[in-house]
């Protein structure tokens, strides 16, 4: 029942243009934000002031109602960025800016890491990758079984390969930066996989992050470069970014990466703060002796 639901949802709004989109999705955020005691707002608020305690109570409470119209921004959107064709939804990309570092990168033979967080419209900025370049990407299959082949055809209909987040994908990570390929990751997922993680802050909280980045970056000596699609007001469109991440991504002291791993998505963040996904769980896993916040 609730794949149906979601399906009929997403076939709905893929039958309006972006701005109205937009439009419908503010109204529904602003109508969030009037039920406090609701898990989603109670996450958002959490994180928000996890991450933001120098912002008074009446500026968390904004950005929290921000953050809630942005988030349904991102869900609404959804049936236009799988459903449209890939030459339409890659339409509403109206700027781009910096791609020569990615270009560049890529010149030096050894792949590329492109680095997607949930910023924006981030499925957005994996289908403009995948049309432009050779593209592997891992992404963790939904919940819902019943979504996975709608999600998964529209990530490939561009060209790119999409895996699980497997061992059999993170080898296809490496076969393909072999090929002085682009391999894609969201590096601000939890990890779950044993020995997958340590704790790193992130916008001063200590946060449970990935090291396969790291570890491939040093490896092989990989450039790393960030980019999110950030959405334009009033249905505009998107503004996709290309930001080349610090040396220190690839450091010999994992720590050290790891935490410049977190500083390149906080940057990214601090641009459109509105628009992260803070209905995410990103603290669920605490170090020891530390209590859970949600």
Known sequence: MRVFVIKSLLYL????????????????????AKFPRLRLVQVIR??????FPQLSTLA???????SLIETCKTFSELGALWLWPASSVLKLITQVSNE?????????GKGVILLTPH????????LYAS????????????????????????RERAGGHFLPTTQRGVRALAEALRRGEVIGILPDQVPTE??????????GVPTYTMVLVSRLARKRGVPVIFTYAERLPTGQGFHLHFLPATPDIASDYLAKAVRALNA???????TCPTQYQWSYKRFKLRPEGKMAVY
């Open 46 to 51: 959490t994180n928000i002031q996890l991450c």
């Open 119 to 126: 910023l924006g419209a981030w499925e957005l900025a994996g």
């Open 264 to 270: 390149g998505i906080e940057h990214c963040v601090l």
């Open 13 to 32: 709004f893929a039958q309006w243009p972006l701005p109205v989109i937009h439009a419908i999705a503010g109204l529904l955020g602003r109508l969030l």
């Open 60 to 66: 968390q409470t904004e950005l929290v109602q921000h």
């Open 100 to 108: 020569a570092c990615l270009q560049t990168a890529l010149q030096q």
């Open 131 to 154: 049309s432009h370049y050779p593209l592997t990407a891992l992404y963790r299959p939904p919940k819902l079984a019943g979504l996975h082949e709608l999600i998964h055809t529209a």
């Open 194 to 203: 044993m020995n997958a993680g340590i704790f790193a802050e992130f916008f």
